[in-house]
């Protein structure tokens, strides 16, 4: 069965359910099902490759137990067992003082998971066509996770979930490369939703994964923090098909919601990359948790400043999306730009065009690279063009990763060397940028500009072009009626 038959003959079977309300419950639906499935598979790989497993749900709750024999239970005794028996117990592992490891990530997975589904007959049917359809132990169809993911993100982009931004995998991947994360560093994304940096990043360290030993480093060196249930659950989901096993550093919760003050040396970490919420506001309160100098709503503003806070001494390296207001925004905006050009080198800012992240928003965002430790003495800024007949990006004509060579091919390297100011890039110094008041809205100096002419000019050349249309058409009629005499 193909991806798009697959997830429409589940959605199609969810949608007779009369409990079933809406896009964005039939994809929460669909997403602890999938988990449930692969979480499963994963065990009967784990029971030959992990040294002594035990499993943390007892027998009668392991898929393979109630949902695999596709003659098993159903209609209002299935209910009855995911309802009254199943959910109950896997939300209590999230609090279990002894769950295992593989027990607290079902826990956290299902404390705020819902089974919204009021008939059992339809739930064994969506059940069957999940076991029939996927098996994530063949190499093909955990491959084939990736595309279901891509296709659930599509669907809660029109579900109309406010405020879901999913980062362009070509920005994601770009991202990762420039910082080129090495195994043994610690990677965090602070709003990692479904976990798109994580897994590129993932993808980048295990070209350097050669024991055992690598492999457990790398299990440790990935950390994400989502406070939304279902972009939470994907993102668990998503870790373990990327060989992160037991994702217990990818945290259930609202990573403004610890006082900054809290976060000690043991939470810094080498690298952040992220595209925080941008645009929203948070709840009241929130602010309190931060100096009073950084203290706003803006919740874009208020992961800056927990990220500036976050990155190790001298070491520490990020790379962050944020909006055009951030660069020519005031008030805490500047104290945080100042703190940035002051304390850390604000190496590169990549300008990208409107259009990115088509269909969400049609705002213009930049990639803000930059190393704990400066002061910055300039600041290198790339102008992304759009491919030639391009006017703007789309869903059907996304931004893509062949693009970026453009900037890869200037950047330099790791060290930065040899840039050069093309008609794509320029630099302006740190000094120029604290005169303007820490405005980092530096246009392109080499773009091209449309000369605009005054009206009476421009009026004066429409009337020449209307004449010389009329003179055309009189010539043509002449034309016509000439050809048609001849005939005659």
């Avoid at 059992?120 to 049917?125: A, D, E, N």
């Avoid at 980062?167 to 994360?181: G, H, S, W």
Wanted: proline share 5%.
């Amino acid at each position: 069965m193909s991806l798009s038959t697959l997830i429409k003959s589940i959605q199609d079977i969810m949608r007779k359910d009369v409990g079933v309300d809406g896009d964005a419950q039939r994809i929460s639906q669909m997403v602890w099902l999938i988990f449930l499935k692969i979480f499963d598979d994963k065990e009967q790989e784990w029971q030959f490759t992990v040294p002594d497993y035990r499993s943390p749900l007892a027998d009668r709750y392991r898929w393979s137990n109630w949902a695999k024999n596709p003659e098993g239970i159903t209609g209002d005794e299935l209910l009855n067992f995911v309802n009254n028996d199943l959910f109950p117990t896997l939300k209590n592992l999230a609090t279990t003082a002894n769950a295992s490891p593989y027990g607290k990530v079902v826990g956290s997975v299902f404390e705020d998971a819902h089974n919204y589904m009021k008939s059992g007959t339809l739930l064994r049917q969506v059940i069957n066509t999940i076991q029939q359809d996927v098996d994530f132990n063949k190499s093909g169809d955990r491959h084939l996770f990736n595309d279901i993911y891509e296709k659930i993100l599509a669907d809660l982009q029109s579900a109309g979930n406010a405020g879901e931004f999913y980062t362009p995998r070509a920005v994601t991947q770009f991202m990762v490369d420039m910082l080129d994360p090495q195994l043994g560093q610690t990677i965090l994304d602070p709003a990692c939703g479904t976990g798109g940096f994580l897994t590129c990043a993932i993808e980048h360290l295990s070209k350097q994964i050669t024991t055992a030993k690598d492999r457990e480093l790398l299990q440790k060196s990935i950390h994400g923090v989502e406070k939304k249930p279902l972009p939470h659950m994907l993102a668990i989901t998503n870790m373990m098909l990327h060989g992160i096993d037991v994702p217990t550093h990818i945290r259930h919760d609202n990573t403004l919601s610890r006082p900054l003050k809290d976060y000690g040396a043991a939470d810094k970490v080498d690298i952040v990359i992220t595209n925080p919420p941008f645009g929203g506001m948070e709840e009241n309160g929130i602010e309190n948790n931060f100096p009073r100098k950084y203290q706003t709503r803006e919740t874009a503003d208020l992961f800056m400043a927990l990220i500036m806070h976050l990155l190790k001494n001298d070491t520490g390296k990020a790379a962050v999306v944020l909006p055009d207001g951030f660069l020519f925004g005031e008030s805490t905006k500047t104290t945080l730009k100042q703190e940035l050009l002051t304390e850390f080198n604000l190496h590169t800012i990549v300008r990208l065009p409107k259009g990115v992240f088509a269909p969400y928003t049609s705002i213009a965002t930049n990639i803000l690279f930059f190393d704990k430790g400066g002061p910055t003495k300039d600041i290198w800024f790339f102008e992304h063009p759009y491919p030639e007949g391009y006017k703007s990006y789309s869903r059907s004509k996304p931004l893509t990763i062949g693009e970026f060579d453009l900037e890869k091919s200037w950047w330099g390297g790791a060290a930065r060397k040899g840039r050069k100011a093309t008609r794509h890039a320029w630099k302006v110094s740190a000094t120029e940028l604290a005169d303007r008041g820490y405005n980092l809205d530096c246009k392109n100096p080499y773009q091209e500009t449309v000369v605009q002419a005054d009206p009476e000019t421009l009026i004066a050349e429409y009337q020449s072009i209307v004449k010389q249309i009329e003179i055309l058409q009189t010539e043509l009629k002449a034309e016509l009626a000439a050809s048609l005499e001849h005939r005659v």
